[in-house]
Nanobody, 120 residues
Framework: QVQLVESGGGLVQAGGSMRLSCAAS???????MGWYRQAPGKQREVVAT????????NYARSVKGRFTISRDNAQNTVDLQMSGLKPEDTAVYYC??????????????WGQGTQVTVSS
């Protein structure tokens, strides 16, 4: 069974730092992994993505320079290091990945989500 399991999250003061981690299991190949977030009353938005081949990254304009996404391809994990956190970063953060299952099917997968709350 292919799944993504997140860890990290919680409450932090504005200006602080936090690290989110996500581990993929049950997959035989990963094209990309990333993080999305959804604030109350807002649509889910992409935060950052990283590709397996070449390690290219993309960031939302709102987090560029403050957040860093990284991969451990051998462990099938992706981390999101967040610094300079702002109250507007408060949201549920979701791990996302495009992965191949043992039945050769490729599709997008989502983690269960983890709450990040930044207090002012």
């Amino acid at each position: 069974q292919v799944q993504l399991v997140e860890s990290g999250g919680g409450l932090v003061q504005a200006g602080g730092s936090m690290r989110l981690s996500c581990a993929a299991s049950g997959t035989i190949s990963i094209m990309y992994m990333g993080w999305y977030r959804q604030a109350p009353g807002k649509q889910r938005e992409v935060v950052a993505t990283i590709y397996t081949n070449g390690g290219s990254t993309n960031y939302a304009r709102s987090v560029k320079g403050r957040f860093t996404i990284s991969r451990d391809n051998a462990q099938n994990t992706v981390d999101l290091q967040m610094s300079g956190l702002k109250p507007e970063d408060t949201a549920v953060y979701y791990c996302n990945a495009f992965m191949q299952s043992s039945s050769q099917q490729w599709r997008e997968y989502w983690g269960q989500g983890t709450q990040v709350t930044v207090s002012s």
